[in-house]
């Protein structure tokens, strides 16, 4: 928004070569958050539906999406940006759509992770209150976990990596448990039911879909890490495999150790009455009490894993875009010591705090109004939660398919020695499955948000994204008119002898 063309020296670049395919993939992972998944995503979609070919359905969009990731990987070794789905956008199909895709990502990263905050406050404030006798309001430990996840935003991004790593780690153990256990006590025996494709494709199944690619939000992300990579030319896209491969398998594996241990027939119904609460009150009748409880409590950690995640994918398109101009110059500074986008950090850590605020108020007001708000208002699962994470997941599947048709863009005139499968057939097909999705996210957004009829938030949210993008691409326009140069670096960051030429300003930086 100013018409200096040279980028400020706190602009010169992330701390470089600091991330390898092991530690990209666990943030990846981390952002899906797999014990939250398979505890709530995996029942509510049972219950919702009530289709039993749920865990068929994750290997479904895990090879769709591994259909996607071909293209994505391939444009992967050529664009190498922390706004990732802005850059690819902007190089493949135009700088407007790739300013609009931009502010589309930021409300559907910042939707994501503000939600999450929702679902974390709720379950540690139940959690000491059921265990402790300790009764705390949800938004408390919000404020809290912003402090915490901001602070970590604000350091090297190889230190949230290990802290990612560790927590990881413990969810998967604390889900492979839990399919041991299902498996061992299976009350109809061992039964594939969930496991058949005759199971999916049935009424229903666009919900299964709709409520499954939800689960894979954050795969993606790997790009975000383009700049950070030890070889972002191979990183990403090995990255970007290894995680669409292992939470596929993952999910779908458990979900269908969920279906064995509660029952087939049992699952849906079983899922209605206890929700998320379903994995830890089996756990506690076939398992020590004490395994039910470290599961819960990993299950606080599922969530702060994902709201790191989340967070440091926000601050960096923050710092992309603050970088090139199309926001304040100021979100595109580094800290000097960490080389982290602490700008971005701060204002992604400002944003929860003001929406969290937002809905603690709105709670507070309309909740003395039953006549205009139902009590459930206060409970941040079915707002906060719901609202915003569904709204996410809808703007990052819409960008998914536009980033197909930008894949095909970009290698439109050369190749660059790939073949018609990564560069055109692949993107196609992608770009055909993820629309078909997004599709069936809008006619199935009623029943994502747990509602039975059309209201107002039916129309809110979807237009949180659209205004956004289309806001993006007039700016895009003003920039051209008000300074051609500026216009020309969109998409594109900063050239890595550029990064040099300014290392020894950053140096006597922050």
């Known amino acids: 928004m100013t018409q200096t063309t040279n980028p400020p020296p706190a602009t010169a670049g992330l701390g470089h070569r600091r991330l390898g395919v092991p530690s990209i993939t666990l943030m990846i992972i981390a952002a899906s958050a797999p014990l939250t998944v398979v505890a709530g995503g995996v029942t509510t979609t049972f219950a919702v539906t009530g289709v039993i070919g749920v865990p068929i359905g994750f290997i479904v969009l895990a090879a769709a999406l591994a259909v996607f990731a071909v293209g994505y990987a391939a ?29 589309v990502a930021l409300v559907a990263y910042n939707a994501m992770q503000v939600g999450i905050y929702g679902l974390f406050g709720f379950q540690l404030s139940m959690f000491l209150e059921a265990k402790f006798g300790l009764v705390t309001p949800w938004w408390l430990w919000i404020f809290a976990c912003i402090v915490v996840v901001g602070v970590l935003g604000v350091n090297r991004v190889d230190l949230s990596a290990k802290v990612l790593g560790i927590l990881v780690a413990l969810e998967f153990a604390a889900v492979l448990v839990f399919d041991v256990v299902s498996l061992s006590v299976a009350p109809a025996g061992v039964s594939t039911a969930g496991l058949e494709l005759s199971n999916l494709f049935v009424p229903g199944v666009g919900a299964v879909l709709s ?18 990579a030890k070889d972002p030319k191979r990183t990403v896209a090995r990255a970007t495999y ?27 119904e079983a899922s209605a009455t206890f929700g998320p609460d379903l994995m830890f009150v089996f756990m506690s009748e076939h398992a020590p009490v004490i395994v039910s409880d470290l599961m819960q409590v990993l299950f606080l950690t599922s969530l702060f894993a994902a709201l790191q995640s ?14 090139e101009g199309v926001l304040h110059r100021g979100l595109g500074a580094v800290r000097a010591s960490s080389r982290a986008p602490w700008a971005g950090s701060v204002a992604q850590s400002i944003i929860a705090l003001v929406v969290t605020l937002g809905f603690v108020i709105a709670g507070e007001v309309l909740g003395l109004k039953q ?19 569904n709204t996410g997941a809808m703007g990052l599947v819409l960008l998914m398919g536009i980033i197909a048709i930008a894949v095909i863009g970009f290698f439109r005139r050369d190749r660059r020695g790939h073949g018609p499968w990564p560069t055109l057939i692949a993107p196609l097909i992608s770009a055909v499955v993820l629309f078909t999705v997004f599709a ?71």
């Open 75 to 103: 444009m992967s070794r050529y664009v190498t940006n922390a706004g990732a789905f802005y850059a690819y956008i902007a190089q493949g199909i135009g700088r407007p759509l790739g300013v609009g895709a931009s502010l």
């Open 440 to 510: 069936l996210i809008v006619a199935n957004f009623n029943v994502l948000l747990g509602q039975a009829e059309t209201t107002p938030a039916t129309f809110v949210l979807p237009a949180l994204l659209i205004v956004p993008g289309i806001a993006g691409v007039i700016w895009a326009y003003v920039i051209r008119r008000r300074d051609p140069e500026q216009y020309s670096r969109i998409g594109h960051g900063i050239e890595e002898a550029e990064a040099e030429a300014f290392e020894p300003e950053l140096r006597r930086g922050l």
């Open 310 to 323: 989340f967070h440091n994918a926000v601050a960096r398109y923050l710092y992309a875009l603050g970088r």
């Open 371 to 389: 006549d205009f708000a139902p009590t459930e208002f206060l409970y941040p699962v079915l707002t906060m939660f719901t609202w915003l994470t």
């Open 242 to 268: 290894a995680a669409v491969a292992i939470i596929g398998v993952f999910y779908a594996f458990s979900a269908w150790a969920f279906t064995v241990g509660i029952g087939p027939s049992q699952i849906a």
């Open 211 to 228: 409520f499954g690619i939800a689960a894979f939000m954050g795969f993606e992300s790997a790009a975000i890490y383009g700049e950070e």
